[in-house]
């Protein structure tokens, strides 16, 4: 189903990436909002490269432009300058490659967990039988086996965003992109769900940009946390973060590399909420 990863020390740095290793490039992106007679610059100037594989968290004061960022990439928010590829290719509109994870589940009411999953499928007017196939592959990998005919109104808040991130990667997107997905989810089951997606990342190799609100969540995913200031939204620091590529998740909170991290993104946020 995935390709297999290929190494377990993580991609290489952005500094050492030729065009061709890019997954995701932003040159120079800015957005501005005009309606109503408003006019809201949602970011300027914003630089990102996303190497293939890698595993990038944005952590940003609200209002910073995550989620515009996010969906420029995705090509559902045009630019108003700059330029964003994927895979070397300008994205120009809605693209089939990416896959979506929105803050709130967005299941159908109407229809089963494997259902809503397949919703992807029916959209894209990919092969049923191959399309139940991977269904089926997914709900297992997510832990969702057993709960394939239960209804949303059954499952609970992270079964729902299992479904949702099962109907995200149903058609084998290059790029997962995710915005504040466990943000409604109890802290516990936050966790258990970050321990998830970072097996599956670990598994698949895929290449993930999330937005969070949670630097102890955006560490532990990530190798490069990227911060931005308040708006207009643009890159204020990115780390990278240099911890193994399997990571236990008490372990890893533990470690120096966690904290140094972790303080860093926190003192720069907070300095961003404060309008330094
Ligand atoms: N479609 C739109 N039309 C007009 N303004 C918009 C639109 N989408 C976003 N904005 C504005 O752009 C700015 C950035 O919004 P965005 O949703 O990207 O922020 P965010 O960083 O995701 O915030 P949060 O952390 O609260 O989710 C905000 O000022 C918002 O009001
Ligand atoms: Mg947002």
């Given at each position: 189903?995935?390709?297999?990863?290929?190494?377990?020390?993580?991609?290489?740095?952005?500094?050492?990436?030729?065009?061709?290793?890019?997954?995701?490039?932003?040159?120079?992106?800015?957005?501005?909002?005009?309606?109503?007679?408003?006019?809201?610059?949602?970011?300027?100037?914003?630089?990102?490269?996303?190497?293939?594989?890698?595993?990038?968290?944005?952590?940003?004061?609200?209002?910073?432009?995550?989620?515009?960022?996010?969906?420029?990439?995705?090509?559902?928010?045009?630019?108003?300058?700059?330029?964003?590829?994927?895979?070397?290719?300008?994205?120009?509109?809605?693209?089939?490659?990416?896959?979506?994870?929105?803050?709130?589940?967005?299941?159908?009411?109407?229809?089963?967990?494997?259902?809503?999953?397949?919703?992807?499928?029916?959209?894209?007017?990919?092969?049923?039988?191959?399309?139940?196939?991977?269904?089926?592959?997914?709900?297992?990998?997510?832990?969702?086996?057993?709960?394939?005919?239960?209804?949303?109104?059954?499952?609970?808040?992270g079964?729902?965003?299992?479904?949702?991130?099962?109907?995200?990667?149903?058609?084998?997107?290059?790029?997962?992109?995710?915005?504040?997905?466990f943000g409604a989810l109890d802290a516990l089951t936050r966790e258990n769900m970050n321990?998830?997606?970072?097996?599956?990342?670990?598994?698949?190799?895929?290449?993930?940009?999330?937005?969070?609100?949670s630097?102890a969540e955006?560490?532990?995913?990530?190798?490069?946390?990227?911060?931005?200031?308040?708006?207009?939204?643009?890159?204020?620091?990115?780390?990278?973060?240099?911890?193994?590529?399997?990571?236990?998740?008490?372990?890893?909170?533990?470690?120096?590399?966690?904290?140094?991290?972790?303080?860093?993104?926190?003192?720069?946020?907070?300095?961003?909420?404060?309008?330094?």
């Open positions: 189903m995935f390709a297999r990863r290929q190494r377990v020390d993580g991609p290489p740095a952005p500094a050492a990436l030729g065009h061709s290793d890019a997954m995701v490039e932003t040159r120079g992106v800015d957005v501005t909002f005009r309606s109503k007679g408003r006019t809201v610059q949602a970011l300027s100037g914003i630089d990102l490269t996303v190497a293939r594989g890698e595993f990038v968290s944005i952590a940003g004061p609200s209002g910073c432009g995550k989620s515009t960022l996010l969906r420029v990439v995705a090509g559902l928010t045009e630019v108003t300058a700059g330029e964003v590829t994927l895979r070397g290719t300008r994205v120009a509109g809605p693209r089939r490659d990416v896959g979506f994870v929105f803050q709130r589940a967005a299941l159908l009411d109407w229809r089963n967990a494997r259902d809503n999953i397949l919703f992807q499928a029916e959209m894209r007017g990919l092969p049923r039988d191959r399309s139940r196939k991977r269904a089926a592959e997914l709900i297992e990998m997510t832990g969702l086996s057993g709960f394939e005919t239960a209804m949303p109104y059954e499952l609970s808040g079964m729902q965003q299992r479904v949702s991130l099962c109907r995200a990667l149903l058609h084998e997107p290059d790029v997962l992109l995710m915005d504040e997905p321990v998830e997606l970072r097996r599956i990342w670990e598994a698949t190799g895929m290449t993930v940009v999330l937005v969070t609100h630097v955006a560490v532990y995913l990530a190798s490069r946390v990227v911060v931005m200031g308040p708006r207009p939204g643009r890159v204020i620091e990115e780390f990278a973060v240099d911890l193994p590529g399997h990571r236990a998740y008490e372990q890893t909170l533990e470690s120096a590399e966690f904290q140094r991290v972790g303080a860093a993104v926190r003192e720069l946020l907070g300095a961003a909420a404060a309008g330094d």
